[in-house]
């Protein structure tokens, strides 16, 4: 195994060092038995990367990305965000974490679908205490942002998947956090919408600096990014540039 | 809120619940207030540390009103009562009823038979004119004293004072007019009555078998304090005077109006509290109402939970979101709860003859109480909810 050993590095955004996460399960026999999801992950993610994430379905790779949002608890291991004990935190210093420094995509967009775009945009500033005048300001200049502002008013069932996917990405960026968590974005998407959003991600991460890590299945998804791991059965088996992981393509 | 707008009619049903809860508690309340002030008003015209005597012993079952047959009671025995040490005075009467005529109005209604000391005993006050005095009762004189609303059906806006009217065909002279009492402890109209010399009915109007004996007597004592003593005292020369042996029963009973009327206000206040009682469990069964829609939104919203909790909404925020449609679903429903139960307080009012009393006091409770129970009962689904692991959450289908 190719397991590569991150160096050390104080300044990195994520670090995560020998983490286990593992559920407990009734068997027939009604003995609880230990499934492993996933097992010694070490991990460092810098400032401004672009990492994809890659591996067969089941093989952990929400697991981690929902530990990596502060969304999950892992079993045993460390977890440090911006050079904070992510364990050590408390459910309301958690949810800040998750409001000011993490902005998620998931694969369903996940909008509340009780509220408009807008709406949907300026909730992350609601919980972080901003009013509801500036919010919706704030948001509207999101929208125009994204491409977005004649469709500020339509609740999520009056768009299609790519305009609520980019609605989402909006929500995700509200609060201008240093990292975005996107678990199969394009996963719901055709092809040439999953471009656009690709696209949107590669600006965001070339202009603005911001880190983004995303999982997905598909190779020219991946492609965009300029960092790949591959997880399989809950390791890291592959940690490195887009490059030469095809040199290794027939290995996995 | 918006969630509320959503399902219309599922919270307009739950609402529904807390409305018909807060309107019972509203209704029910006010008809106990009602009451209350009822007796009170009632108990404030009746006087101070009255007795009632009764011929008749004290039957099991209570007292035996108006047991014609008995005849046991006498002016000569209410005279007697008056000068007892522990008695202010007394006012024996006997009573009936006759026809009036003024001119060509008519009027039937119950005509007492007293002296004047009842006016004072009985806490009477005169409007207008005089009441009788002990010379017309001496020489058995056909005047008259008539009550309020007797005076207002026979003479109209006409002031009945110096007129004469007839009793059953004989001329009376009307000599004063009562001040309105309103109803009697058991609901009588005291206000339709007149009242004329007990020698002047006894001999000319109603008629006595046994001459001298009465229908009852009013005695007042002569203080709270020694209410007991009067009652034992009077006891004791009633009995000294119908040579009742030791060991035999009373032919009379004495009650203490008083003590019946604390009774009474207590039992008012009883009713009240076991009316507020039984509405207040409709109030219960709306809360639970709530609780159990507040648990099923919560379970549907298992999602939007979570995606809150993803993008920064912490278990505080979550709380209050839930706790506050609990709130706002009572709230709106204690409302319009208060607004129905006042209504239909009015139209009980008045379709049946019934005091009915509402008290901010009392709309103020309701909607503390509804408050309180939307705290109580949304606080269980709002905690669940914002407990959830935000993983489960967005993880649940
Ligand atoms: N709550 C849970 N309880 C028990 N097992 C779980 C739970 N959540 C995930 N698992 C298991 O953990 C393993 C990894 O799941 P995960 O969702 O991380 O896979 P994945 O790599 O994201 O797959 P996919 O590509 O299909 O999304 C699976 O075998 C799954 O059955
Ligand atoms: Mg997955």
Redesign the interface.
């Given at each position: 195994m190719s397991t590569n050993q991150p160096a050390p590095s104080p300044s990195a955004l994520i670090r995560i060092a020998q983490l286990h996460k593992s559920y407990k399960l009734i068997d027939a026999d009604g003995k609880t038995i230990e499934n492993a999801v996933l097992q010694n992950i070490n991990l460092n993610i810098e400032k401004g990367e672009f990492v994809a994430i890659m591996g067969h379905s089941g093989s952990g790779k929400s697991t981690l990305m929902?530990i990596l949002?502060?969304?999950?608890t892992p079993t045993s291991g460390d977890y440090w965000l911006e050079n904070q004990n992510v364990a050590m935190l408390s459910?309301?210093a958690l949810?800040?974490l998750?409001?000011?420094y993490i902005g998620?995509v998931?694969q369903g967009f996940?909008?509340?679908n009780?509220?408009t775009a807008l709406d949907n945009v300026a909730?992350?500033l609601l919980?972080?205490g901003e009013n509801r005048a500036s919010s919706r300001q704030q948001a509207m200049e999101q929208l125009r942002r994204t491409g977005l502002e004649k469709f500020a008013m339509h609740h999520p069932n009056q768009l299609s998947g790519g305009q609520q996917q980019r609605v989402a990405i909006s929500?995700a960026l509200i609060?201008q956090p240093p990292l975005i968590l996107a678990d199969e974005p394009t996963g719901n998407l055709d092809t040439q919408t999953s471009q656009e959003i690709m696209v949107l991600f590669e600006r965001l991460n070339r202009e603005q600096g911001i880190t983004i890590v995303l999982v997905t299945h598909e190779k020219d998804i991946a492609a965009y990014a300029r960092r790949l791991i591959l997880i399989k059965d809950g390791s890291i088996v592959y940690d490195g540039d887009q490059a030469l992981e095809n040199a290794l393509d027939p290995v996995i | 809120m918006?969630?509320l707008r959503?399902n219309r009619l599922r919270t307009g049903l739950t609402m529904l619940g807390m409305i018909i809860g807060v309107a019972a508690v509203v209704l029910m309340l006010s008809i106990g207030q009602g009451a209350q002030t009822k007796i009170n008003q009632s108990i404030e015209t009746m006087g101070s540390n009255l007795f009632i005597v009764l011929p008749g012993a004290t039957s099991s079952g209570g007292l035996s009103f108006g047991s014609g047959s008995v005849k046991t009671l006498t002016v000569n025995d209410a005279m007697a009562i008056a000068e007892l040490p522990t008695v202010n005075a007394t006012g024996p009467v006997i009573s009936g009823t006759a026809q009036l005529n003024f001119n060509a109005k008519n009027w039937s209604t119950s005509i007492t038979g007293t002296t004047p000391d009842y006016f004072m005993v009985g806490n009477w006050t005169i409007e207008d004119g005089s009441i009788f005095s002990e010379t017309d009762v001496r020489s058995a004189a056909r005047v008259v004293v008539l009550g309020s609303v007797t005076a207002e059906n026979l003479f109209g806006t006409i002031n009945p004072v110096g007129k004469t009217i007839r009793i059953t065909n004989r001329p009376f002279l009307v000599v004063g007019v009562l001040a309105a009492k309103g109803q009697s402890l058991s609901g009588r109209d005291q206000d339709d009555n007149v009242f004329i010399p007990i020698t002047t009915s006894e001999r000319q109007i109603t008629g006595n078998q046994f001459p001298g004996s009465i229908r009852y007597m009013l005695v007042q004592g002569k203080s709270a304090e020694t209410m007991e003593e009067a009652e034992i005292e009077i006891t004791q020369l009633l009995r000294q005077r119908h040579r009742i042996s030791d060991g035999m029963e009373n032919d009379f009973t004495v009650r203490n109006l008083t003590a019946i009327a604390d009774v009474a206000t207590d039992t008012a206040k009883i009713l009240s509290i076991v009316l507020g009682a039984i509405a207040s469990i409709s109030l219960l069964v709306g809360g639970i109402g709530i609780m159990n829609i507040m648990l099923v939104s919560v379970t549907e919203r298992t999602?939007?939970i979570?995606?809150?909790?993803?993008?920064?909404?912490?278990?505080?925020?979550i709380l209050i979101q839930f706790l506050l449609e609990a709130i706002m679903i009572c709230f709106m429903g204690g409302m319009i709860g208060v607004i129905l139960g006042i209504g239909s307080a009015w139209i009980i009012s008045q379709l049946i003859d019934m005091l009915v009393v509402i008290t901010l006091s009392m709309v103020f409770l309701a909607f503390l109480f509804s408050s309180a129970v939307g705290i109580f009962f949304g606080f269980y689904p709002a905690r669940k909810a914002a407990s959830l692991?935000?993983?489960d959450a967005?993880r649940y289908e």
């Amino acid at each position: 195994m190719s397991t590569n050993q991150p160096a050390p590095s104080p300044s990195a955004l994520i670090r995560i060092a020998q983490l286990h996460k593992s559920y407990k399960l009734i068997d027939a026999d009604g003995k609880t038995i230990e499934n492993a999801v996933l097992q010694n992950i070490n991990l460092n993610i810098e400032k401004g990367e672009f990492v994809a994430i890659m591996g067969h379905s089941g093989s952990g790779k929400s697991t981690l990305m929902n530990i990596l949002g502060c969304l999950d608890t892992p079993t045993s291991g460390d977890y440090w965000l911006e050079n904070q004990n992510v364990a050590m935190l408390s459910n309301d210093a958690l949810a800040r974490l998750r409001n000011r420094y993490i902005g998620f995509v998931f694969q369903g967009f996940n909008l509340l679908n009780r509220m408009t775009a807008l709406d949907n945009v300026a909730v992350p500033l609601l919980y972080a205490g901003e009013n509801r005048a500036s919010s919706r300001q704030q948001a509207m200049e999101q929208l125009r942002r994204t491409g977005l502002e004649k469709f500020a008013m339509h609740h999520p069932n009056q768009l299609s998947g790519g305009q609520q996917q980019r609605v989402a990405i909006s929500r995700a960026l509200i609060n201008q956090p240093p990292l975005i968590l996107a678990d199969e974005p394009t996963g719901n998407l055709d092809t040439q919408t999953s471009q656009e959003i690709m696209v949107l991600f590669e600006r965001l991460n070339r202009e603005q600096g911001i880190t983004i890590v995303l999982v997905t299945h598909e190779k020219d998804i991946a492609a965009y990014a300029r960092r790949l791991i591959l997880i399989k059965d809950g390791s890291i088996v592959y940690d490195g540039d887009q490059a030469l992981e095809n040199a290794l393509d027939p290995v996995i | 809120m918006r969630a509320l707008r959503m399902n219309r009619l599922r919270t307009g049903l739950t609402m529904l619940g807390m409305i018909i809860g807060v309107a019972a508690v509203v209704l029910m309340l006010s008809i106990g207030q009602g009451a209350q002030t009822k007796i009170n008003q009632s108990i404030e015209t009746m006087g101070s540390n009255l007795f009632i005597v009764l011929p008749g012993a004290t039957s099991s079952g209570g007292l035996s009103f108006g047991s014609g047959s008995v005849k046991t009671l006498t002016v000569n025995d209410a005279m007697a009562i008056a000068e007892l040490p522990t008695v202010n005075a007394t006012g024996p009467v006997i009573s009936g009823t006759a026809q009036l005529n003024f001119n060509a109005k008519n009027w039937s209604t119950s005509i007492t038979g007293t002296t004047p000391d009842y006016f004072m005993v009985g806490n009477w006050t005169i409007e207008d004119g005089s009441i009788f005095s002990e010379t017309d009762v001496r020489s058995a004189a056909r005047v008259v004293v008539l009550g309020s609303v007797t005076a207002e059906n026979l003479f109209g806006t006409i002031n009945p004072v110096g007129k004469t009217i007839r009793i059953t065909n004989r001329p009376f002279l009307v000599v004063g007019v009562l001040a309105a009492k309103g109803q009697s402890l058991s609901g009588r109209d005291q206000d339709d009555n007149v009242f004329i010399p007990i020698t002047t009915s006894e001999r000319q109007i109603t008629g006595n078998q046994f001459p001298g004996s009465i229908r009852y007597m009013l005695v007042q004592g002569k203080s709270a304090e020694t209410m007991e003593e009067a009652e034992i005292e009077i006891t004791q020369l009633l009995r000294q005077r119908h040579r009742i042996s030791d060991g035999m029963e009373n032919d009379f009973t004495v009650r203490n109006l008083t003590a019946i009327a604390d009774v009474a206000t207590d039992t008012a206040k009883i009713l009240s509290i076991v009316l507020g009682a039984i509405a207040s469990i409709s109030l219960l069964v709306g809360g639970i109402g709530i609780m159990n829609i507040m648990l099923v939104s919560v379970t549907e919203r298992t999602r939007e939970i979570g995606i809150r909790m993803a993008i920064g909404a912490n278990r505080n925020a979550i709380l209050i979101q839930f706790l506050l449609e609990a709130i706002m679903i009572c709230f709106m429903g204690g409302m319009i709860g208060v607004i129905l139960g006042i209504g239909s307080a009015w139209i009980i009012s008045q379709l049946i003859d019934m005091l009915v009393v509402i008290t901010l006091s009392m709309v103020f409770l309701a909607f503390l109480f509804s408050s309180a129970v939307g705290i109580f009962f949304g606080f269980y689904p709002a905690r669940k909810a914002a407990s959830l692991k935000p993983v489960d959450a967005l993880r649940y289908e």
